[in-house]
């Protein structure tokens, strides 16, 4: 294990996985943020037939 060259493949593998797990959130953060925003959108408009 204190050998370079499996440690720096594996530190490498390690970033790799953290980078994608990162992109993942924030791809996962932004359409669950767009799926509230029309949710609301949809609950406002209900609320504003039910008014009428």
Do not use: C, D, I, N
């Not at 593998?13 to 994608?20: E, I, K, N, P």
């Not at 959130?25 to 408009?45: E, H, I, N, R």
């Not at 209900?46 to 008014?51: L, S």
């Amino acid at each position: 294990m204190a050998a370079p060259g499996p440690y720096s493949g594996v530190s490498t593998l390690a970033f790799v996985a953290r980078a994608s797990a990162l992109t993942v959130g924030l791809v996962y953060g932004s359409f669950k943020l767009s799926y509230l925003k029309a949710k609301a959108k949809s609950q406002a408009k209900e609320e504003a037939k039910g008014h009428h």
